[in-house]
Structure formats: structure tokens, C-alpha cells
């Protein structure tokens, strides 16, 4: 005989998890029971939330689905934001919560939540076990759903009697049979075929790239193609990193943030061939324009997301891979006239940023720019959600690491959680988060989350103790009414850096930042970095 | 313009609210939603009649085919479908008037059900417009409630959904 709670950690094991983040409570005490018998790594956070984006993080990481458990109730309330962040970002996650007793649902009893309807809108599919009997069969199928297609957030509701229950045996299925989930992932040959007819005859073509690209692992096949065709990149927040930032093909990223030069270059472009992204408001302002202005051919694996946003002339569905590859094998000997090349290669150089600097403070910018630099080449920088987030979008010179942020839902907190995560997924790389004051003290509890495991985290706060993204748009808009948007002096970040038990120092001029930021990557220890940055320092240049 | 989705969805409990959810969600406005068990035990075919552009529709198929346990949708082209939808409407009668709509029933072929001393009860199976139009006939006596099931629709013919 078996618990239903040992065959939760059996089902785990036989999808590989090894490392899972979360906070225990009453209704999900058996699991709990039984994953302290296992080889499995349990990270406990200090807030459910966290164990949601360290999941996340993880995902990111390791691409394979991160798991994150919490119980019942506030417990899985809690989560939800973490998995609306997950899914608005396309990321692959099992959320598992406890539930009250199976014989008690819809009671309204101590600590019962409906999470599973809760959590409807930011799922891409969620289970509610009514048997044992099922557990296998639904881990199996929540793996391949989080996994496959367009990946997303899984939840899977345990009452407690289904953990408790014993049933005969486990045997976890091998395959998955569910009528209605079929994602297409081939690419329709036409399609591209029809693709590669209209690139040929295209004057001006670009290529913008999403998360996609990334969560499809094509990289370097998008690189290809746009070496093969010598087709100009720009990116969406979710894309960056598709291109090391310093190719010359790569133009940075676009949108209400991005950089002018690939505004520039998607204001004149004929024919944008789109991969992986969805061209939210914030990377496409008014998309009637630009149905009318260019041609579009929209490559994503997710049929809803063609034509949602942008009126489409070629929607090709399918997993980046096999459509890059098509596109590749069929695109010959083609390459840009040399008069776009020349043109993209002005916009680059006309469009450099000036950046203005404040004495007795960190010039965040340029500090980012220089960053990547000093860190091993497959760094990966976890930025935060305001003006930290587009200092690091737009300056970070990524070489062949990656940038992970929160691009679709924009919730602040997510990059210390998230790095977390990151560092546990891959345990060789360079991890550094980049987070503002605000965001900072949206997760610092996770500090002491950093020291229980031993985490090598490097934490930069740019303190300007604002919240500087709605200030600047209060300063824009707002009449500069700074309405709720100034942090005070407190706390003694350092200090409370140091009460967590983790180096700390703060400085105020780019040259001593530099200085600590040289000597800090050599420890294997977390540090907190708090540099001191002007509250009129603008995000975009 | 009006148009009508046959949705063939996995039997299971909380299907239905996925779906009605992902309409009110995504701004999506429907007249009607009737569901009803398949002559497979395990599949529910659920109707819905919707209103919105070729855009609005082109979505909400998009949409309702992410949903996991929904196994197929299908829009029914005008023309081409038979549509059909129960109501059950209760008129105030006094006894004066009860063969006038009595009449107006037969000549409609809408059933009486339940006569009461001052009500008549109706029963209209046809489409969605033949059922205003016995509305309208009897609206006049004072309608004091009307039932509907919601549309549900087949395809003429040999096409079907499964």
C-alpha cells in the first residue's frame, strides 16, 4: 500500500525534479511528510510568493518546469501572483497546493480557499484531485501541459484525505492521452515556404524577436538565419539575450522603453518578420499602424496570439525550431540590398545615447553597461520591475548569458525571488540582480532565503529612495505631483543586509562601484550593493 | 453580426465555468449557451451564440480551442445548421381572453401546457426569431415569465461535429 502523498514525491522523481521551492502548512503536511524522506532539495522561502518566481527562476535556468508548493488558503493565495507573473511570461511552472479535506470543500473552514477557480485566468490548465487513484495520471499530464506548446503555470489542488489515502499501488503512466491539448509544433511547410517568397522580396526586412525564441531553446538558430540573411534583430523585453547585445545586427530592443534606433528601424522596415512574441502594448503602441505601414509575418507556437494584436499577412504556427529551420533551409543565397544594410548601420550610429550624470551619485547606466564585462560570459542578470528593469534591458551588454525579468505581468519583487531560482537551476553561473529600492523591500525576507542555502547572489540596489517609474511618469504626466511615490531614508540597507547576515556596502560614484563590483564577483559569498543614484536620473535616455 | 459555435468540451466538472469565464474575462458577449451530453457519455456539447465581429469571433474560437478539456469548436455557417430552442412562456389570462391565445398558440404551433385561472402556461420549440414573434403575439395579455433553454444547432445534412 501507498500514500497518495508518497506518490506525489514518486511522480516528481519520475519527471526529474530535483530542486522544488515552497512553504508548508496544515493541509499539505503530508506531502511534506514524505518529501523529507527524499533526495529532492526543498528551498523554503520567506513568503509563498517568492516560491512561485524562484520556481520561475528555476525554469528559466534549467528549462525544465519549476515546481512550487504551498497549502491551503492564504497559502495558495498567496502564489497567485507568482503564477499570473508565470503565465503573462510563458513560463513552464507546477504550482501543487493543499486543500482542506475532500469531505469539506465548500464549507468555508479554517484556511479553505477556491485556488483552482481563483487561479482560472492565469492558468493554463489546473486540476482539483478527487481521487488517489488519479495522482499519476495528473502530474503526468500537468508536466507535459506546463511543458509543451506554449509553456505556462500548471496548478494541481490536493485535498488532504487524497494524500492521506492508501491505495494499491504507483505506477507512473509514460504517456499522456488528452483529446483536447495537441499543440502543433511543425510549422506549416506552405507557410514558410510563402515566408521566404515574401522576405526575398522585401527591401527593408527585420526580424523581432520575443521570450520564444528563448523558451523554444532556437537562439541560435534565429542567429543564423539573421547572419545567413544579414536581417537586422531588435527584441521585446521577454526576447532580450536572443542576441549577444554587441552583434552588429542587433539593433536592441524596441517599444514605449526600447531604443530609439530599433524604433527607428521598425518605423521604416517593409516586411517585420515577428518570432515568438506576442507585440504587447508596451513593445507596439498602436498596432493598426503598423499593419498598414509593414508587412508582418507572425511565427508563434500559440494560434491565439496570431493576429490578436497585429493584423497578420503570413501567421505561421509552430515551435520556433522547426520554423527557423525551414526558413533556413529554403531561404538560399538571399541577403539584405546593401542600401538597408547601410541605412540600419546609420541608425545604430546616429542614435547613440548621451548619458547625463550627477555628481556624488552612481550613474546607474553606464554601471550596467560595464557590468557584464566583469562577470563570467553566461552571466545571468535578474532585473526587477521599474526604472531598474529599462536601465538593464537597454544597457546590460549580455554576451552569452541571459537576462531574466519580468516582461508580461511587471511585478516588482520578482528578481531576488527569481534569482534564487536562477542559481539553483544553473549553480555555475554568474548570478546578479539589479533592483531599486522599492522592489528590494518587496523581497528582502528572501535574503535570509540566500543564506540558509548558501546562495552566491549578487544583490545591486540603485537607491534613489523613490519609486522611480511612476515618479518619472508623475513628472511627465502627473504635473510632478509625487503622489506616494517617496521612499524614506530607512532602512540602513547595509545594516540589514549585514542583520541577515550578508556583506554589504553602499556607494555613491560609479568608480567605487566598480572597484566593490570587481572584488565581490571573486567571493563565492552574496553581497548587497547598494549604490546611491540620483532621483532625477531618467530610465529611458 | 450573430453567429453560432458548436464546442465539443471533456464531461468533467469546472469545464463550464473555464468557458464562461474566459468570455466575461475577454469582454466577449454571448446571447446564449446551451449544454447538453453527447451520445459519447464522456463529451458535452455546449452551444453558444455570440455577437462581434469576424475579429471577435475569430478570437473567441482561438480562445476556447486553448482550453485543455475543450476537444473541438466549430462555427456553423448560416444556412447550413438547423437551430432550435425550448421556451416556456406563462401568459396572464383571464377567462375572456383565454381562446384568443389559445388561438394564437395553434396557429404558431406552440403547445398549451398549464391553464390556470388567470394564467396560461405555452410551450415553443422553433428557432430563436419564431420565438419573438410568439413573444410579440402574446406580449399584449402581459407575459408574466418566459423560460429558454438557449440555442442548440446541428448541420443539415451528413456533416457533424464529432
Known sequence: MISGADIMVKCLQAEGVDTVFGYPGATICPFYDSLYDSDIKHVLVRQEQNAA????????????????????????TNLITGIATAYCDSIPMIAITGQVK?????????QEADITG????????SYLVSRTEDIPRIFKEAFHIASTGRPGPVLIDIPMD????????????????????????????????????????????????????????????????AEMTQIPVLSTMMGIGVMPSDHPLYLGMLGTHGRRCANKALHTTDLAIVCGARLGDRAIASPDQMSERTKIIHIDIDPAEIGKNVAVDIPIVGDMNNVLRGLIENIGDFKINDEWDERVKDLKAHYQNKISTFEGFVEPRTLIGKLSSMLKRKAILCADVGQNQIWCANNFRIREGRFFTTGGMGTMGYSIPAAIGAKLGLKKRDVVVVCGDGSFQMSLNELSTIVQNDLNIKIIVMRNY?????????????????????????P???????????????????????????????????FVLVCKVHPDTPSIM | ?????????????????????L?????????????????????????????????????LEKQLNKLIPVIKVKRLIDGEFISRELCLIKVHSPAAKRFEIIKIAELMGAKVDDVGTNTITLEYCNTTDKIATLTDLVRPYGIREIVRTGTIAIDKGKTTVN
Do not use: W
Open chain 1, 53 to 76: 518566481h524562484a520556481a520561475s527562476g528555476y525554469a528559466r535556468a534549467s528549462m525544465k518546469p519549476g515546481v512550487c508548493i504551498a497549502t491551503s488558503g492564504p497559502g495558495a
Open chain 2, 1 to 21: 453580426m450573430k453567429y453560432t459555435l458548436s464546442v465539443l468540451v471533456e464531461n468533467q466538472a469546472g469545464v463550464l465555468s473555464k468557458i464562461s469565464g
Open chain 1, 492 to 526: 540602513d540597507i547595509v545594516a540589514l543586509a549585514k542583520a541577515y547576515g550578508i556583506d554589504s556596502v553602499e556607494v555613491s560614484s560609479n568608480e567605487d562601484a566598480e572597484k566593490y563590483i570587481g572584488k565581490i564577483v571573486e567571493s563565492d559569498k552574496p
Open chain 1, 466 to 490: 523613490r519609486l522611480g517609474m511612476v515618479r518619472e511618469l508623475q513628472d511627465n504626466m502627473y504635473n510632478k505631483r509625487h503622489s506616494a511615490t517617496i521612499l524614506n531614508e530607512a
Open chain 2, 23 to 59: 468570455f466575461s474575462r475577454r469582454g466577449f458577449n454571448i446571447d446564449s449557451l446551451a449544454v447538453g451530453v453527447t451520445s459519447d457519455p464522456t463529451v458535452s456539447r455546449i452551444t453558444i451564440v455570440a455577437n462581434g465581429d469576424e475579429y471577435v469571433v475569430e478570437q
Open chain 1, 162 to 225: 487524497m494524500q492521506t489515502n492508501m491505495i494499491e499501488s504507483f505506477e507512473y503512466p509514460e504517456t499522456v492521452k488528452i483529446r483536447g491539448y495537441k499543440p502543433n509544433t511543425k510549422g506549416h511547410t506552405i507557410q514558410v515556404k510563402k515566408a521566404v517568397e515574401m522576405i526575398k522580396k522585401a527591401k527593408r526586412p527585420i526580424i523581432v524577436s520575443g521570450g520564444g525564441v528563448l523558451s523554444s531553446g532556437a537562439k541560435l538558430k534565429l542567429q543564423k538565419f
Open chain 1, 102 to 110: 475532500s469531505e469539506l470543500l465548500g464549507r468555508d473552514v479554517f
Open chain 1, 118 to 125: 481563483a487561479c482560472e485566468p492565469f492558468t493554463k490548465h
